[in-house]
């Protein structure tokens, strides 16, 4: 069964606004969560993540994402977006332990930034 | 440093056939992992070696296999090959295991089966 669902597809967005791309995990799974992104014909690469502590995490790229535990979120969100934010992005939540684990992945959301 | 490399990027076969997809990991990482990201999905576990053994294994057939070499790159082999096994195979390096360990992935190879 699905432990993560990202509920949008696509999400089509002018440049310099806001923008929020929704994550919802199960309530079971640990609650070790990212957010990856990936460009056209590019692998994969780590935005932020939550472990432990602040609740509301950063990128250095101006994202942040925010851990809510009662409604089992961990929203991405950007203030104001550029054209090079265009990219699939991935939420994702690992699962094992401290000697073996995999990342158990969303669909992914599309961000199509426009001029 | 060079990040995760992975050969081939592209490559194209046909049904019935066997593939040898290859994985070097960033200089000091001991583990490596696979996953399959077919088109419009996102990544799906297949394999995680550390120190050239097994530590898991995602929901895949047995024609998917993998090892881990003694310098720690890694083969993903898949035999018989089925139109369905065309998608993006992205290997991921990571020094640390657990939560903690940051998953570095290399940009993929593309594989289609005809």
């Known amino acids: 069964a699905q432990s993560v669902t990202q509920l949008d597809s696509q999400v089509p967005v002018f440049e310099e606004a806001p923008v929020e791309l929704r994550c919802n995990y199960s309530?079971?799974?640990?609650?070790?969560l990212f957010w990856y992104v990936q460009y056209p014909n590019q692998g994969l690469q780590l935005l932020l993540k939550?472990?432990?502590?602040?609740?509301l995490v950063e990128s250095i790229n101006g994202f942040e994402a925010e851990f809510n535990k009662s409604q089992t979120s961990f929203h991405l969100r950007k203030p104001s977006v550029h054209i090079s934010d265009t990219a699939e992005y991935f939420c994702?939540?690992?699962?094992?332990?401290?000697?073996?684990?995999?990342?158990?992945f969303g669909q992914g959301t599309t961000l199509q930034v426009k001029p | 440093d060079a990040g995760v490399t992975q050969s081939p990027t592209h490559l194209i076969k046909t049904r019935g056939q066997h593939v040898t997809l290859r994985c070097s990991p960033i200089?000091?990482?001991?583990?490596v992992s696979w996953y399959q990201q077919v088109l419009g999905q996102g990544p799906q576990f297949i394999f995680q070696?550390?120190?050239?053994?097994?530590?898991g294994r995602g929901n895949f057939p047995d024609r998917f296999s993998a090892r881990q070499f003694p310098n720690y790159s890694s083969e993903l082999n898949v035999n018989a090959l089925l139109l369905g096994d065309s998608a993006l195979y992205l290997c991921?390096?990571?020094?640390?295991?657990?939560?903690?360990?940051?998953?570095?992935f290399g940009e993929g190879s593309r594989l289609t089966v005809l």
């Open positions: 994702a939540h690992f699962r094992g332990s401290s000697n073996t684990g995999k990342l158990i």
């Open positions: 309530s079971s799974v640990s609650v070790y």
């Open positions: 939550y472990l432990s502590g602040s609740t």
């Open positions: 200089s000091g990482h001991k583990s």
């Open positions: 070696y550390y120190e050239k053994e097994e530590r």
């Open positions: 991921a390096s990571n020094f640390e295991l657990g939560a903690d360990g940051e998953l570095f």
